[in-house]
């Protein structure tokens, strides 16, 4: 029967015994030597069951496949934008990756993204060597305009949300703000600068004391919230905006993508082949006089293949009226 020695929420040091017995499994920031489940790391344990894991206390971000993060813009290419992910490793976003809207080739970027900008956006891929691409086309990710961006422990961005974003709603609530929390350790908040402050205080609190039973009630009453006027009130999402990002200020002409309809065959066979717009040309020009040249070729070479099985007796059979035929008609006759 297995034991657990350091209970639920209890801070362990590296090399403390959080159980014995083989009735635990060892999860993140633990490992196993014998019967006992070891910590690995500085955090606070966590069970789910049999499953022992630790929350870590401190450490830096490290991209993972499908996080919602808070970037910021360090450099143009001619193929997209470098941003900085707040870890050891920077991010690349491609120009499809960037709007909905099309982006020609050799078009100005910066019409787009500026290098200083912050943007929400989502990990699509992370390769082995840790590149990492990003997009923005999803709810919720957009280009970040005004407010301010705060940096905080990224182990600390769960207790930040709160459970189904429970705690994020509260601040946003109590000071009037737009927040965005990214899974990278960057906070945005947006609103008044004296809600701001108030915003920016209660998350630094949240931060601090992460680790200790009691935050939701400490933070109530903190923040003056009164949760009963919002019992029938679904809690807000994580991250506002709207799908993808738009300018309603900037939409060039040159840049329109143009959706080309599907024709049938005998559209294609009478006016030959569309033009750049999927557009026919139907009227006496050089286009269609090609398509019609092309239809009585057609029909010319099927009835000369209607003429020729009818000839054809027998495979290596001689065409009527030549000369071999001529000679072999005579032989039967003199026969």
Same mark, same amino acid.
């Given at each position: 029967m297995g034991k657990i020695i350091c209970g639920e929420k209890e801070i362990v040091v590296p090399g403390d015994i959080i159980a014995s017995g083989m009735d635990f499994i060892p999860g993140m920031g633990t490992f196993r030597e014998g019967e006992s489940v070891i910590a690995s790391k500085l955090g606070m344990v966590n069970i789910s069951g049999s499953l022992i894991k630790l929350i870590p206390l401190s450490g830096k971000y490290v991209p993972k496949l #499908?996080?919602?993060?808070?970037?910021k813009v360090? /450099?143009?290419s001619l193929s997209g934008w470098r941003v900085d992910t707040n870890s050891a490793?920077?991010?690349m976003l491609s120009m499809k990756d960037a709007s909905s809207r099309f982006i020609s080739r050799g078009a100005d970027l910066t019409r787009y993204f500026k290098v200083g900008e912050y943007m929400m956006t989502k990990? @699509?891929?992370v390769t082995s060597q840790r590149l990492v691409d990003i997009t923005m086309k999803g709810p919720g990710l957009r280009k970040l305009s005004d407010g301010i961006v705060i940096s905080v422990n990224p182990s600390k961005v769960p207790r930040i949300i #709160? *459970?189904? $974003?429970? &705690?994020?709603?509260?601040? *946003?609530?109590a000071t009037n703000c737009n927040i965005a929390v990214g899974q990278n350790g960057l906070v945005w908040i947006q609103g008044s600068p004296k809600d701001e402050v108030k915003a920016i205080a209660a998350i630094r609190k949240i931060e601090n004391e992460a680790h @200790?039973? $009691?935050?939701?009630?400490? &933070?109530?009453?903190?923040l003056g919230? /009164?949760?009963s006027k919002y019992e029938n009130q679904p809690l807000e999402e994580q991250q506002p905006g709207e799908e993808g990002y738009h300018d309603d200020n900037y939409q060039p002409q040159e840049e329109r993508q143009f959706e080309r309809p599907m024709h049938s065959f005998h559209e294609r066979r009478e006016y030959g082949r569309p /033009?750049?717009? #999927?557009?026919?040309?139907? $009227? %006496? $020009?050089? %286009?269609? /006089?090609r398509g019609r040249r092309y239809s009585e070729h057609r029909e010319e070479s099927s009835s000369y293949t209607e003429k020729s099985e009818g000839n054809e007796s027998r495979p290596g059979a001689e065409p009527e009226g030549s000369p071999k035929q001529e000679q072999n008609h005579n032989n039967s006759e003199k026969q």
């Amino acid at each position: 029967m297995g034991k657990i020695i350091c209970g639920e929420k209890e801070i362990v040091v590296p090399g403390d015994i959080i159980a014995s017995g083989m009735d635990f499994i060892p999860g993140m920031g633990t490992f196993r030597e014998g019967e006992s489940v070891i910590a690995s790391k500085l955090g606070m344990v966590n069970i789910s069951g049999s499953l022992i894991k630790l929350i870590p206390l401190s450490g830096k971000y490290v991209p993972k496949l #499908g996080d919602v993060i808070i970037c910021k813009v360090i /450099d143009v290419s001619l193929s997209g934008w470098r941003v900085d992910t707040n870890s050891a490793y920077s991010a690349m976003l491609s120009m499809k990756d960037a709007s909905s809207r099309f982006i020609s080739r050799g078009a100005d970027l910066t019409r787009y993204f500026k290098v200083g900008e912050y943007m929400m956006t989502k990990i @699509i891929n992370v390769t082995s060597q840790r590149l990492v691409d990003i997009t923005m086309k999803g709810p919720g990710l957009r280009k970040l305009s005004d407010g301010i961006v705060i940096s905080v422990n990224p182990s600390k961005v769960p207790r930040i949300i #709160g *459970k189904n $974003g429970s &705690m994020v709603t509260m601040v *946003k609530r109590a000071t009037n703000c737009n927040i965005a929390v990214g899974q990278n350790g960057l906070v945005w908040i947006q609103g008044s600068p004296k809600d701001e402050v108030k915003a920016i205080a209660a998350i630094r609190k949240i931060e601090n004391e992460a680790h @200790i039973s $009691g935050l939701t009630e400490r &933070m109530e009453k903190e923040l003056g919230y /009164d949760s009963s006027k919002y019992e029938n009130q679904p809690l807000e999402e994580q991250q506002p905006g709207e799908e993808g990002y738009h300018d309603d200020n900037y939409q060039p002409q040159e840049e329109r993508q143009f959706e080309r309809p599907m024709h049938s065959f005998h559209e294609r066979r009478e006016y030959g082949r569309p /033009d750049s717009r #999927g557009r026919f040309d139907t $009227g %006496r $020009g050089e %286009r269609s /006089d090609r398509g019609r040249r092309y239809s009585e070729h057609r029909e010319e070479s099927s009835s000369y293949t209607e003429k020729s099985e009818g000839n054809e007796s027998r495979p290596g059979a001689e065409p009527e009226g030549s000369p071999k035929q001529e000679q072999n008609h005579n032989n039967s006759e003199k026969q």
